[in-house]
């Protein structure tokens, strides 16, 4: 329930029910959780904030996080023998993965081994320092596989800050934007919560998710207030972001 007798509208209190469909919550396998314990304190710390379904969503990025169906598969199967019997037994965990766009990737497209989130859609990143030379190919490559992307952060790549129209060339070129959560605060810094705000004004973010990879995560999520003048946009791709990712 919102809390609306107090003077500050803290993130959490608009959590309730909500769907996080990026975190980095399988144990061993990129740099979120480390193992099954600190995956088990990651989920309940986010149980906390209201979060009541979860994505996992590892990397899988060449060179560096080479993960497969294989090492997710067997990564959730540790996670699942982990909770079978505790409190987490009943809540929804579903394995996905978030795609550097990279050679690698167009050779698992070129394979139609794709893990979606859930039906068509993709959870897709870039480098922070600098976007694919192709990345419009890319994109269109993935939306001839039938496949719709979602950015992951868009907010967070400075290479556009002071490029905002290429944002809505991006969403006029079929691409979905995920804000992260944390970006409401100057967690990443001012410029990416300057940024972020910007695209909620303009109404370019359809989903929110948290990112999670460790429990300054969760401490740093728990703070977050929210400015009025967003509030009613955050509360619309959170409410989004729950509808089109449950499987409740």
Known sequence: MLNFFSKKQ?????????????????PGIDDGAKN??????????????GIREFIATPHIMQDLYLNDDESIGDSFQVLLEAINYGPLKKIPINPSAEYMM???????????????????????????????????EIIFKIKMKDFTPIIAHPERYSFY?????????????GCFFQLNLLSLSEYYGKGTQKIGAFLLEENLIDFVGTD????????????????????KNVLKVIENTTKTFSVL
Do not use: A, W
């Open 10 to 26: 803290y993130l959490r209190d608009l959590l309730e029910n909500f769907v996080d469909m990026h975190c980095h919550i399988l």
């Open 36 to 49: 099954v314990e600190d995956s088990i304190n990651i989920i309940k710390g986010l149980q906390d904030l």
């Open 102 to 136: 990279d050679d690698n990737f167009s050779m698992l497209l070129d394979q139609n081994n794709i893990f979606p989130l859930k039906e068509k859609y993709v959870l897709v990143e870039m480098s922070y320092f600098q976007p694919p030379i192709n990345l419009e």
């Open 161 to 173: 800050h002071n490029k905002k129209e290429y944002y809505k060339e991006l969403k006029r070129l």
């Open 212 to 231: 999670t990879h460790h429990m300054n995560h969760i401490k740093s999520l728990s703070k977050i207030i929210i400015n009025n003048k967003h509030k």
